[in-house]
């Protein structure tokens, strides 16, 4: 219940999951597709809330298996973008973080060699992108210097929001 992360475990190709040896007592399950490359889906907690605040303990007893405790994940968005210096040159290893402009969540991704940059498993809204080159001065969308003066970028479910380029 308090955030800190006891097990976890990967779903299987059919989505069954199992995680054993837990404490007898009332836990939050987190289903995580941020981590997942090969797909895009928004993370959510146990039953199908965005926080975990919201979340509802799932009691768990000694000895016995606690079952149904299911998810059915909605369709997610992504931002994508390339980011280069000043001459145009791609930048590899620059971090790309996109914050929702509606709650705590911020999706981090480093850019790849040619400087482009995939943030997926993001719920739909809208996000503020800051780009963080190594070494280099930050910049947010927009070429602007701070969050509050950011350029915003809606994200849809299912879609992809692509464009958002960085030029640093």
């Keep these: 219940p308090s955030g800190v992360m006891l097990f976890s475990t990967y779903t299987n ?4 999951y199992s ?3 837990l404490p007898a007592t009332g836990l939050k399950v987190q289903f995580y597709a941020y981590s997942s490359t090969a797909t895009n889906f928004v993370s959510e907690y146990f039953p199908d809330k965005p926080t975990l605040e919201e979340a509802e303990p799932v009691a768990v007893t000694s000895g016995q ?3 149904g ?3 059915v994940l909605e369709p997610a968005g992504g931002i994508t973008g390339v980011v ?4 145009g040159a791609p930048l590899e290893g620059a971090m790309v973080f996109a914050h929702s402009t509606v709650s705590d969540l911020e999706v981090h991704v480093a850019t790849d060699s040619l400087g482009v940059y995939t943030l997926r498993n993001l719920p739909p809204g809208t996000y503020k992108v800051l780009f963080q080159p190594f070494p280099g001065v930050c910049e ?5 210097a701070s ?4 350029d915003t970028v809606a994200v849809s479910a299912g879609a992809w929001t692509s464009g958002i380029d960085a030029s640093l």
């Excluded at 969050?147 to 950011?150: C, H, I, P, T, V």
């Design 140 to 144: 947010w969308y927009g070429d602007k």
């Design 19 to 21: 995680v054993g040896r």
């Design 84 to 87: 280069t210096d000043g001459s």
């Design 65 to 67: 298996t606690t079952s």
């Design 13 to 16: 190709s059919a989505g069954n």
């Design 147 to 150: 969050y509050e003066l950011a």
């Design 69 to 71: 405790i299911n998810a």
